[in-house]
């Protein structure tokens, strides 16, 4: 099996030469063939696999502010990283296709035009998602530890253990 050497090793890659390509039959690759099942049996995906965005703008919509914020950072960091403007521009356009809120603050970190995408819109966000909380939540069952030296008195508030 070979490595490929280039700049990436993967498909879709405008940065390489759109190297490497998937090999052919004479080359060894994978070949699909036909057979009576109780229909024609190919290689394709559902038709579902062609969603590639309704997951990830769920997940986009379901965040809080400051945890909105932390995506809008990393992406701002991450591209800005990256010296190949045609990716920039590649992924603020799937960036378009998840939410717009989001494109246009990440295409403002870089100093770029944000581009207009057509996101989903029957998706619902799931508060699951999220890794805050919009208000405190129940505390079941607190412990709480202190730790004296032997010079030090214990506290009687720290000795408390009433709830």
Same mark, same amino acid.
């Given at each position: 099996?070979?490595?490929?050497? &280039? ?93 717009? &809120? ?62």
């Amino acid at each position: 099996m070979a490595i490929h050497q &280039g700049v990436t090793a993967h498909l879709l890659n405008a940065l390489d030469g759109d190297r490497p390509q998937r090999a052919t039959e004479p080359e060894g690759g994978y070949v699909t063939v036909p057979t009576m099942v109780s229909g024609e049996k190919l290689r394709v995906s559902p038709a579902s696999f062609d969603d590639h965005f309704s997951q990830a703008r769920m997940f986009c919509l379901s965040l809080m502010p400051l945890e909105q914020d932390h995506i809008v950072d990393a992406y701002t960091f991450e591209l800005g990283k990256c010296y190949g403007q045609s990716v920039k521009e590649w992924m603020l356009r799937n960036l378009a296709e998840i939410d717009p &809120g989001l494109c246009e603050r990440v295409a403002l970190g870089l100093g770029l035009p944000a581009p207009v995408g057509t996101p989903a819109q029957d998706i619902q966000p799931s508060p699951v998602l999220s890794q805050l909380t919009a208000g405190p939540g129940p505390v079941l069952e607190g412990v709480v530890g202190v730790v004296t030296a032997t010079t030090a008195p214990p506290s009687p508030s720290a000795a408390s253990s009433e709830r």
